[in-house]
């Protein structure tokens, strides 16, 4: 059985919703298509202690503030997900869960959503299925004889999972940092924090708002052909939230060189000496999760697919919605992700309406 609707959105997380809430403005009809059994995306999935960069106020999605959160000035992930299914519900939006995309196909003048649950006819797609599903992990010698646990973001929760453990925390950027902190704090685990380069914290003052701001300015000096945006840093430097600041004051969030190969009871660094070490949890990254786009032949380097604003350069009926600052200026963000939604609204409106 096939369903005919004007739009599909693929993923139910928060860049699906603002692409929701602004195609319901835009007077189009649309689905949204989530994987996930309940409301919230991959804050679902986030470790215990995760916290936004910024503010509530400065985190929302469009059209409707997210509230504080009593007693803690960067919300944690369970109040993030009790915003989003609060912000599905407000608006009525059409969300249809649990429902695995399978592929998107070309189907004469519209495309082909293919899922678990039947087909889709649309004349346009929204692709909003972000990173969270599809972890990165570089290929280290001896990685394969290691013995110890070896696990990624996605698969951490908290310090007791490594009780009486020596643990390597791989990763420089916010994930690796928030992670080793969560476990330096911990009087129960024995954590080397590990780093391709020395970390760079920014100024305690600085918050997810200047980053978005930096974000936004890059993008504007890139489009104009200039390449210095006078921005505040790099979107790879550390935000120092409380816990990472903690952990950094007490002296106990210092980094070592990355390892060039594992042994089977540990790694051994680069000056040859050799640590034994019971688990490694790689904090490497994402790649997009855009497998379901395959028969449309168009990926690129890293995955990516050539975009024009949000639109597919090869398939002008497909936009990509959240995946990072090639799809819009801190376009995986809560904050930065309304501005792009509300450009791909308006490009899909021109042409269907």
Known sequence: MTTATDVVVIGGGQAGL???YHLRR????????DAQNTPGGAWQHGWDSLRLFS???FSSLPGRLMPAQPGEEYPDAEHVVAYLTDYERHYSLPVHRPVRVRAVHRDGSRLRVETDKGDWSARAVVSATGTWWRPFVPAVPGGGVFRGRQSHTVGYRCPADFAGQRVLVVG???SGAQIAADLA???????TWVTQRPPHFLADDIDGRALFDAATARRRALDEGRSDTGGVASLGDIVAVPPVRAARDTGRLKARPMFPRMEPEGVR???GTTSRVDAVIWCTGFRPALSHLAPLGLRGPRGRLATHGTRAVGEPRLHLLGYGDWTGPA?????GVGRPAREAARDIAEVLL
């Open 18 to 20: 603002a692409a929701g």
């Open 26 to 33: 835009a007077k189009i009809g649309f689905v949204v298509l």
């Open 55 to 57: 503010p509530a106020a």
């Open 172 to 174: 420089g950027g916010n």
């Open 185 to 191: 704090l911990s009087s129960t685990v024995d954590l």
């Open 269 to 271: 660094w680069p000056d």
């Open 331 to 335: 376009s995986a963000t809560l904050i």
